[in-house]
C-alpha cells in the first residue's frame, strides 16, 4: 500500500521560511516523478516544484528563486524548503508521485489533478 505522508507545515510571519517533508512507503507503481503541488481556498490546484529520477528539477515561476525540492532516497523522504514566503503562499500542500518523462510534464500533471498519489497535505499559512 502507497502512503505520503506530509509534515513541516505551519504559520510564518512574510519573509519567512519552512521545510516540509514527506515520507513514502510502498510500491509506486506507473510513478517514477515526484513534486509538491498546492491548492487554496477558491484558487486552481497549482503544481510548484517537480523532481525526476536523475535529479532534474522545475518550477512554477511563482516559487522560482525562493523554493527548492530535493529527495534522500535513502529515507524515501521529499523535502520542499520553501524561503522568503510570501502571503500569495498561504495554501494546503500536497505530495505527489506520478509518472512523467520531464520534470516540468510533471509539474502540469500535478496541475491538472492527473497525479498517480498524493498525501493528506499540510497547511501553510503566512500572514503580512
Known amino acids: 500500500q502507497v502512503q505520503l505522508v506530509e509534515s513541516g507545515g505551519g504559520s510564518v510571519q512574510s519573509g519567512g521560511s519552512l521545510r516540509l517533508s514527506c515520507a513514502g512507503s510502498?510500491?509506486?507503481?506507473?510513478?517514477?516523478?515526484m513534486g509538491w503541488f498546492r491548492q487554496a481556498p477558491g484558487k486552481e490546484r497549482e503544481g510548484v516544484a517537480a523532481i525526476i529520477p536523475y535529479g532534474s528539477t522545475s518550477y512554477a515561476d511563482s516559487v522560482k528563486g525562493r523554493f527548492t525540492i530535493s529527495r534522500d532516497n535513502t529515507k524515501n523522504t521529499l523535502y520542499l524548503q520553501m524561503n522568503s514566503l510570501k502571503p500569495e503562499d498561504t495554501a494546503m500542500y500536497y505530495c505527489?508521485?506520478?509518472?512523467?518523462?520531464?520534470?516540468?510534464?510533471?509539474?502540469?500533471?500535478?496541475?491538472?489533478?492527473?497525479?498517480?498519489?498524493w498525501g493528506q497535505g499540510t497547511q501553510v499559512t503566512v500572514s503580512s
Open positions: 510502498g510500491y509506486f507503481y506507473s510513478a517514477n516523478c
Open positions: 505527489a508521485a506520478m509518472m512523467c518523462v520531464t520534470s516540468v510534464q510533471a509539474l502540469d500533471v500535478m496541475s491538472g489533478g492527473k497525479s498517480r498519489y
